[in-house]
């Protein structure tokens, strides 16, 4: 049982990982982006 | 500078992202709940006698080689692709199919030695299946620092490319293993059945179904990720230089 459950957490520590890390990389992205582009925006106007 | 913006930033493409991602988290915990309580449990081919739980570790460490095959088939295709047309999209596309590969092969790494433990009496055994998916493993880590340490717009990309093509021809080489050497690894249980009871063969194809969903949300996570990060060095770059 020890095998079968050490397993199935690898699966879901790695997968939840990494998902989180690529959620984390976008909403950091996305929030850097809408700061630049509001600079650029008040540049122009 | 003229503004583009590319799929990766429209609504629709985020939507499509989103509900794909549901589904495959939907289905996700069926399968679960399927290779823990519905399957029935495996009996020993000799003995016929009930061997323990480890033996549902099947359910999602097949899955995992499939994903990553499947990964590594995107990063092979991507490759070619980028060589003749030379669009950024295929090298994006092969990026980011390779790190999910990377993933899921560490996952097969991880799993399969935890069966084996329990079924063989052993972590590791330098048997051909098992060598080949490590030297895999291996090629595509060694694809992923390559695309981390070349620099932006050398020839990195071109050279990561010509690596994705030639590291697929591993992929064919461990899946006939288990026919062309004498091996410890099992056949291949989806294809010729292996003695699974029908209940068994089902979960494990909701198992594959929900890897592969899985597979396809992180691919397009991944890559809206990369779009984000040429845009942002765009708009550096257009601040720059007005």
């Known amino acids: 049982m020890a095998n079968l459950v050490a397993a199935y957490l690898l699966i879901v520590i790695l997968v939840s990982g990494y998902t989180l890390s690529l959620w984390r990389r976008e909403r950091l992205l996305q929030k850097e982006i809408e700061t630049l582009e509001g600079a650029r925006g008040s540049e122009e106007g | 500078m003229k503004e583009k913006r590319e799929f990766w930033e429209k609504r629709g493409y985020v939507g499509a992202t989103r509900a794909l991602g549901l589904g495959a988290g939907a289905v996700l915990l069926i399968a679960l709940f399927l290779a823990l309580f519905w399957a029935p449990s495996a009996r020993d081919a000799q ?33 070619i692709l980028y060589l003749w047309k030379r669009t950024r999209i295929w090298d994006i596309l092969a990026l980011s199919s390779a790190e999910i590969g990377v993933l899921f092969a560490t996952l097969v790494l991880l799993t399969g030695p935890i069966w084996a433990k329990a079924a063989w009496g052993i972590w590791w055994t330098w048997d051909a299946r098992l060598t080949t998916t490590l030297i895999l493993w291996l090629i595509y880590v060694a694809y992923l620092m390559l695309r981390a340490y070349a620099q932006e717009g050398s020839q990195g990309a071109t050279f990561a490319a010509v690596l994705g093509v030639v590291g697929f021809l ?73």
């Open chain 2, 47 to 79: 003995t016929g006698a009930i061997v323990g739980p480890y033996h549902r570790i099947i359910y999602f460490h097949v899955p995992s080689a499939w994903v990553a095959f499947l990964a590594f088939f995107v990063v092979f295709l991507a490759s």
């Open chain 2, 170 to 242: 591993d992929v064919p080489i461990i899946f006939l293993s288990v026919e062309w050497w004498r091996t410890q690894h099992p056949e291949l249980v989806v294809i010729k059945g292996g003695g699974l009871a029908p209940e068994m063969v089902r979960t494990l194809m909701i198992a594959l179904l929900s890897f592969t969903l899985l597979y396809f949300y992180l691919l397009m996570l991944r890559i809206r990720v990369e779009g984000l990060k040429e845009r942002l060095s765009w708009l550096k770059e257009s601040l720059r230089s007005p």
